[in-house]
């Protein structure tokens, strides 16, 4: 019985959410940063930079040492940024501004109707101890005061538990400019690379403005290794970029 009415409220639930609209001009140039550890006693390692040229938000994400037999592992966008005392709790529920709910679980064929912050659930989850890949999401927002907005957010891995093993702020280090034009992305999100599902074109270098990152608002630059060893450069943005980051793991 009480599954059942579980079942029926979850329904009714998902019936009164409303699709998540395509946003498609985000500001050119804009750039969030999620940098882990947030707790030095994490062993987790690596960057979330979700950037826009004006059309879609692209998520290159970039994560080594996840716990053996804890997966595979779920991630998403939460609400709310890490407390100052680094509990993952204090993020708050998935990022989901039209009420969508976690139950059903996402469809990934139809991920409008997904809540906007389950990035796993529309892209598939990681299946191994790291994740080097970049994904492009049409319903989330780099425009500030958006309902879709991340930039105040947090990136949270979970386990297959459910537990929040690891959660990253985003912190700003470009907020762009208004652009009106349409990305030429792919209609969905891709999601390519080791340990994850999906299609696309796996680990690929992510854009930087050519200039310093801040040293007092945001983490330092770190690059997590992809399953193979390599490192992940991180090159200019814009025509007259020509700077590479780089970064050792911890």
């Given amino acids: 019985m009480k599954t059942f009415v579980a079942t029926v409220l979850a329904l009714a639930t998902l019936a009164s959410a409303q699709n998540a609209p395509v946003v498609t001009s985000n500001p050119s140039g804009a750039m969030y940063l999620a940098t882990f550890p947030n707790l030095l006693n994490n062993v987790i390692r690596g960057r979330v930079v979700a950037s826009s040229s004006g059309g879609y938000v692209n998520y290159a994400i970039n994560i080594a040492n996840l716990p053996q037999g804890a997966g595979p592992f779920e991630y998403h966008i939460h609400e709310f940024p890490v407390p100052s005392n680094g509990d993952c709790m204090g993020t708050g529920g998935h990022l989901d501004p039209f009420n969508r709910g976690e139950q059903p679980p996402c469809d990934a064929s139809q991920p409008q109707s997904c809540q906007i912050g389950d990035l ?131």
């Fill in 120 to 250: 796993s659930g529309k892209y598939g989850k990681i299946n191994g101890t790291a994740l080097a890949t970049n994904l492009v999401d049409r319903y989330t927002s780099l425009t500030i005061g958006s309902s879709q907005f991340v930039g105040n957010g947090s990136f949270v891995v979970h386990a297959n538990n459910g537990s929040r093993i690891a959660c990253a702020s985003f912190t700003t280090y470009l907020t762009g400019s208004t652009s009106n034009s349409t990305s030429t992305s792919p209609s969905n999100g891709t999601l390519g690379g080791s340990g994850g599902s999906g299609s696309g074109s796996g680990a690929s270098a992510t854009n930087i403005p050519p200039r310093p990152f801040p040293t007092s608002t945001s983490p330092p630059v770190q690059t997590a290794n992809a399953n193979d060893g390599s490192r992940m450069a991180v090159t200019g943005f814009g025509v007259f970029a020509v700077a590479v980051v780089m970064a050792t793991m911890l």
